[in-house]
């Protein structure tokens, strides 16, 4: 059976992003009758493949300490006879993805471009994959010789763009959406963290605008977040205000709003998939490039870095202002982008090397 080797990592530094799009790709595998072995370093990254019925090899060693990896690694290859590697981290470097690279197949998710991978495979499914456009790539000077990959990685297969996108199952089939007359409902995330309290500040604005009290808001704020006591203490005062624990899955409260305000991560991905109309502000050095290219192609509204003379009111006028016409177009340009085969056109590119 053909057998693809994941190595990556869920803690609380990485959170569960390159985790989750990693179960994603090992389910499609298995779907095509492959195999998904994952291949952590701790024993709390184990657990999620584990749920979800793929086999793991635990280190049992420190989760960031590669170039200690690099002859653990070397030894593992050639003892599983590894045919195919995809490494999904951050933290990996230059020496060590050089060394696993001399004896298999590596693929690499890289969607910062920090610099030039040794490895058989760059995976890059977002919306600038194949070059920021324009306008998003005037948006910083360091940007305009970002995301070259055809240019910079000459003998590398590439694997770019949105088509590529591991839609999670929940998500499929894709259904067009109905766009309603009026906002009514409106989803507000900002992901793992919201160490600026953007949540704690919209609100504010919210609840003092006389014009949003017939406007339903969920807020999705896990137990960790850091203003949730404060956020609860104020929805107890509004009834169109919502706050609800991180959800397994957005799916369901997606399809039940009208409209996202969100930071430039992976939701606005998921988002696609359900044409959901999005507001989108950053918080963050790697959001830029999702929320410039959104923006720059109507695909969602930028409202800024909310790091840098962030205007709440501004996103406030934006809510108000976002006509059907507006969320229909939007909502159909959105779901041109995610058509929910991604994870398996990437496992099927990644098994044929596991011959």
């Known amino acids: 059976m053909k057998t693809l080797y994941i190595r990556t990592e869920a803690n609380k530094t990485t959170a569960m992003g390159h985790m989750a799009r990693c ?7 298995k779907m095509l009758g492959g195999r998904a072995v994952f291949i952590v370093a701790e024993e709390g990254s184990a657990k999620f493949p584990k749920e979800r019925g793929h086999e793991v090899i635990c280190l049992n060693r420190r989760w960031d300490d590669f170039d200690g990896e690099i002859e653990i690694m070397t ?10 590697l995809l490494v999904d981290s951050y933290y990996v470097n230059e020496a060590y993805m050089t060394a696993l690279n001399k004896l298999t197949y590596l693929s690499y998710i890289d969607d910062l471009y ?6 058989s495979c760059i995976i890059n499914y977002s919306i600038y994959a194949e070059g920021l456009p324009e306008k998003a790539a005037q948006s910083s000077e360091d940007s305009k010789n970002k995301f070259c990959y055809k240019k910079d990685y000459p003998e590398t297969d590439l694997i770019l763009g949105t088509k ?11 259904v067009k959406r109905e766009i309603p007359e009026n906002i009514k409902n409106v989803l507000v995330v900002t992901g793992g963290s919201d160490i600026y309290h953007f949540m704690l500040n919209i609100l504010v604005h919210i609840m003092n605008d006389s014009g949003l009290k017939d406007v339903n808001f969920n807020f999705i704020c896990g137990s960790f977040h850091e203003d949730r006591e404060k956020l609860l203490e104020m ?11 991180t959800q397994p899955s957005l799916k369901e409260v997606m399809d039940q709003s009208d409209i996202m305000i969100s930071a430039g991560g992976t939701t606005l991905y998921e988002a696609a998939s359900c044409g959901l109309p999005a507001i989108c502000f950053s918080f963050a050095d790697n959001q830029h490039y999702n929320v410039w290219s959104f923006n720059s192609e109507g695909y969602a509204i930028y409202a800024g870095d909310v790091r840098n003379n962030f205007s709440y009111p501004g996103i406030i006028d934006m809510l108000k202002s976002f006509d059907k016409d507006k969320r229909q177009l939007m909502s159909e ?3 041109s982008l995610v058509d929910g085969k991604g994870a398996e056109r990437i496992a099927k590119h990644l098994l044929d090397k596991a011959k």
């Open 164 to 174: 590529y996108f591991p839609l999670r199952k929940e998500f499929i089939p894709i």
């Open 75 to 84: 030894s593992l290859i050639k003892e599983k006879n590894i045919k195919s």
């Open 23 to 29: 179960l994603t790709i090992a389910d499609a595998v």
């Open 114 to 119: 920090e610099r030039i991978w040794p490895v």
């Open 333 to 335: 340009k959105l779901q």
């Open 235 to 245: 929805a107890n005062d509004a009834d169109n205000i919502k706050i609800l624990d």
